[in-house]
């Protein structure tokens, strides 16, 4: 029994010696001390004390450190900046610090729209091993000045314990800086609210140009120079901080802000008196420069011009595109820097375009349920000349004068067909919602809003109803300036959205007329006449377009750069029609069917058709179009782009004098055979060689041949062809035809005008007659 309480009593005594070994061991234990952690600082031109420094450095320096745990790891470092004295103080940059200097940042998820010197979610402690700190080098008067600081930083570990702070010391130096004027308004007019912008130069390496703060103090002086005093009309005698501004080198002075600038006194237009800005600049050593000043003169009864930009007055300066179903472009012209939406279909890649400037001089577009106008404004000034397309000046020009007053564009206001415009993210309420005084009302956007300068105006924006969307509108813009002045005459787009003409409605015939004026070769109204005549057992009454006088009518009107200098002749005036015969009957001029290539898809797009009348210059305009990538030869005359000797001409050289061997045209099919009209009522030259030289024909196609050359027979005449160029243009393909479930389309390669007017009237009658 004795010997079993013996071992009992040697167990105890080992296990408790094994207690005061463990409780002795270095590692953490309920007996044992944590470890303090240890920091250096491993970067910096600081020494240890003052007394061992021997020259200055620039004031601005990185701070670098590095700390330990024994026994743990370190979570994080604070660091202070104390005086010479020892004192805490706060440094540009890190100017938010605790009662004992400690420089405070935010917490992790703190709300950071609290101002950091307001906030509660805030600590010393930051996982960061190094700092940039801007060090005081200038006195209590903020002139340049040899000043020492004490940087400190010390760390704490995962048990929360300190470590004891590491210390440098430091002698700083800068230069002293000179603040400036940045907004050139010396000597200026100017409106009664402005950003004044400053800057800083000190010549110092790398921080040079960055400001700390600016203070800046207004006063109106007499023409003597005498300070006129706030009870006299002028400033209150103080001077005014940028410090704390999101952006330090900008000063808001304005009606919305509250502080107005003081208008000049003013006789007859002549100031009695100066508006006087006194600057200095402190940067980031703390130095402050020396003052600077400019003068100025302040005046009521600016306001601003509002601009849309839909190249009123100069199309050249058109920056508002449509884009829908029946709206488009299928190429983005050459030098084109405008960057238009776009949409992929079926038919390959449709861009956005103008509108179109119809014949009732009106602004006009075809709808759908997905089109889109793509709106775009600015104010008077923005660019240069007012175009979109050149440089930005962003100078603010009084609508009345043209003079520039140095007040910025805030917002705008913005109506449609007489409401305010209808933007479901901003919808017009609260301060989004602008009253005038006569009730009318606006949707009111700040300018860097999404749509501050711009807006995508869609089905949406009518309520949703195509029956809304079809017919005339006007959209309304007005600019707003920080005096909070409005624009008094607000600009206008009034444009035309017409409903679509389906294939099914298309009706009659429109004759388009791009002869130019070549009266002793091709007068106009026999041509006309002619027309008129072929197609009037078809209809009685049809519609009629001279491209030479719609040009004449664009160019008075600056309109011809809508399109690029291109297309002219607007969709909404031509869709309605079954079909377009579209004539250059001059056989050798060149016309500008190319041209209207954007206008004319659009047209066979809705299921028109078309007729085209020329002559030996369709060789030149299939070559224009393949030049520019216009596929209409090919895919509506079903002539490839790819051949450049797809069409053929008879060569001579003088026009309609050489090697006339053209009387007439063959029938392949059931239409009649039509002869070349001799004599000719209006060619002199066509009735002294009794044939026709400037004809086309076709070489490469996939369509059918209604028409053949006829020649002139070998020995007939004093202009006869040889037997090998009878054997080479008797028979040549004149005339194609090619259909399609949208469309029939017909190519002429001699001028109908010049051929025999019955026997043109009944091919034209069972052409027309035949359109599906």
Same mark, same amino acid.
């Given at each position: 029994?004795?010997k ?6 040697l ?9 005061i070994l ?14 303090q952690p ?21 004031f ?16 994080? =470092? ?16 890190y100017? #938010? ?5 400690? #420089?405070k ?23 960061l091993?190094?700092?940039t ?14 000043v #020492? ?14 470590s ?14 000179? @603040? ?22 000190d010549?110092?390496?790398y ?28 400033? +209150? ?17 304005s ?25 200095? @600049? ?5 130095i402050?420069?020396?003052?600077t ?17 839909f ?10 595109? &449509?884009?829908?179903?029946n ?14 939406p ?6 390959g ?10 014949? %009732? %001089?009106?602004?006009?577009a ?27 000046y ?6 009345l004068?043209?003079?520039?007053y ?13 409401? *305010?415009?209808?933007?479901? *993210? ?10 005038d005084?006569?009730? $009318?009302?606006?949707l009111?956007v700040?300018?860097? =809003?999404?749509?501050g ?6 089905l949406?924006? /009518? ?15 007005? @600019? ?22 389906? $294939?099914?409605?298309?009706s ?13 070769v ?8 002619f ?9 009685t009454?049809?519609?009629?377009? !001279? ?14 750069g ?17 079909a ?18 954007e ?15 020329g002559?030996? !210059? ?26 450049e ?16 061997? /053209? ?11 039509i002869?070349?009209l001799? *004599?000719?009522?209006?060619n002199l030259?066509? +009735? ?7 004809? &086309?024909?076709? !070489?490469d196609?996939?369509s059918?041949?209604?028409? +053949? ?49 019955e026997q ?7 052409i ?5």
């Open positions: 029994m004795l079993k309480k013996s071992a009992i009593y167990i105890i005594v080992t296990l408790m010696v094994l207690l463990t409780s002795c061991d270095a590692r953490k234990g309920t007996l044992n001390a944590n470890l240890y920091i250096t600082i491993t970067n910096y031109f600081g020494v240890d004390g003052d007394s061992l420094i021997t020259e200055s450095q620039l601005q320096q990185t701070i670098q450190w590095s700390g330990t745990d024994e026994d743990g790891v370190v979570e994080g =470092y604070a660091f202070r900046v104390l005086n010479e004295d020892e004192e805490p103080i706060a440094t540009p940059g100017d #938010v610090i605790d009662e004992e200097g400690w #420089v940042f935010y917490t992790p998820n703190a709300n950071i729209d609290i101002p950091l010197n307001e906030s509660a979610e805030t600590t010393i402690w930051k996982d091993a190094y700092a700190v801007n060090f005081p080098a200038a006195d209590a008067n903020g002139d340049s000045a040899n #020492v600081s004490i940087f400190e930083v010390k760390c704490k570990d995962n048990s929360q314990n300190e004891a702070a590491a210390r440098k010391y430091f002698q700083a130096h800068s230069n002293t800086p000179s @603040a400036l004027l940045k907004s050139n308004i010396k000597g200026e007019t100017i409106g009664t609210a402005i950003f004044f912008e400053f800057m800083m130069n010549g110092d390496p921080v040079g140009e960055i400001p700390y703060y600016f203070d800046y103090k207004l006063e109106m002086r007499d023409l003597d120079g005498n300070i006129i005093t706030e009870n006299d009309g002028g400033y +209150n005698d103080e001077w005014m901080s940028t410090l704390g501004n999101a952006d330090v080198t900008l000063a808001l002075h009606a919305l802000n509250g502080n107005a600038l003081i208008p000049n006194t003013l006789v007859d237009d002549i100031p009695q008196d100066s508006t006087f800005i006194r600057i200095k @600049a402190i940067d980031t050593a703390l402050v420069s020396n003052e000043e400019a003068s100025f003169i302040v005046k009521e009864g600016f306001y601003p011009g509002t601009i849309i930009y190249g009123e007055g100069d199309s050249n300066k058109n920056g508002t595109y &449509a884009l829908g179903t709206h488009f472009a299928t190429y983005i012209p050459e030098g084109s820097t405008a960057i238009l776009s949409i992929q279909t079926s038919d890649v449709h861009y956005a375009t103008a509108f179109w400037y119809n014949g %009732e %001089e009106k602004y006009s075809i709808g759908s349920s997905d089109y889109k106008t793509y709106m775009r404004w600015g104010y008077y000034g923005e660019f240069e000349s007012d175009n979109p397309y050149k440089r930005r962003d100078e603010t020009k009084d609508e004068t043209g003079n520039t140095y007040c910025e564009i805030v917002g705008y206001d913005i109506r449609l067909d007489g409401e *305010p415009y209808y933007y479901p *993210p901003i919808p017009a309420e609260g301060d989004h919602l602008q009253v005084d006569d009730g $009318k009302e606006w009111r700040g300018v860097d =809003y999404p749509i300068q711009s807006t995508t105006v869609t949406t924006s /009518f309520g949703g109803s195509l029956d809304d969307l079809y017919g005339e509108h006007t959209f309304e813009v007005r @600019a707003i300036d920080l005096q909070g002045a409005v624009d008094l005459t607000p600009h206008e787009f009034n444009f035309t959205v017409a409903a679509p003409i389906s $294939k099914e409605e298309k009659g015939v429109l004759i388009i007329d791009d002869d130019g004026i070549y009266t002793n091709l007068p106009g109204p026999y041509v006309d006449s027309y008129t005549y072929i197609i009037s057992d078809y209809v009454e049809h519609g009629l377009i !001279n491209r030479e006088e719609l040009n004449l009518m664009m160019v008075d009107n600056a309109m011809g809508l399109h690029h200098g291109k297309s002219i002749i607007a969709t909404t005036d031509i869709q309605q029609y079954k377009i015969i579209y004539h250059s009957d001059n056989g050798p001029e060149e016309f500008d069917f190319w041209k209207e290539y206008s004319l898809m659009i047209f066979l797009s809705q299921g028109g058709n078309l007729i085209l009348s002559g030996s !210059n369709l060789e030149y305009i299939s070559g224009r179009c393949s030049d520019n990538g216009f596929d209409i030869f090919e895919d509506y005359f079903g002539i490839p782009m790819n051949n000797n797809a069409i053929g001409k008879i060569p001579t050289s003088v026009q309609y004098l050489n090697n006339p061997f /053209f009387i007439g045209a063959i029938a392949e099919e059931d239409l009649n055979d002869d070349l001799l *004599p000719n009522p209006f030259t066509v +009735n002294l060689v009794e044939g026709l030289q400037p004809v &086309a024909y076709f !070489n196609f996939d059918e041949v209604i028409y +053949n050359f006829g020649c002139r027979p070998v020995g007939q005449g004093n202009y006869e062809p040889s037997q090998t160029e009878f054997d080479e243009y008797n028979g040549k393909p004149v005339a194609l035809k090619k259909v399609s479930d949208n469309n029939s389309c017909f190519i002429f390669g001699f001028p109908l005008s010049f051929m025999e007017p043109a009237k009944s091919m034209m009658t069972q027309l007659n035949d359109l599906p």
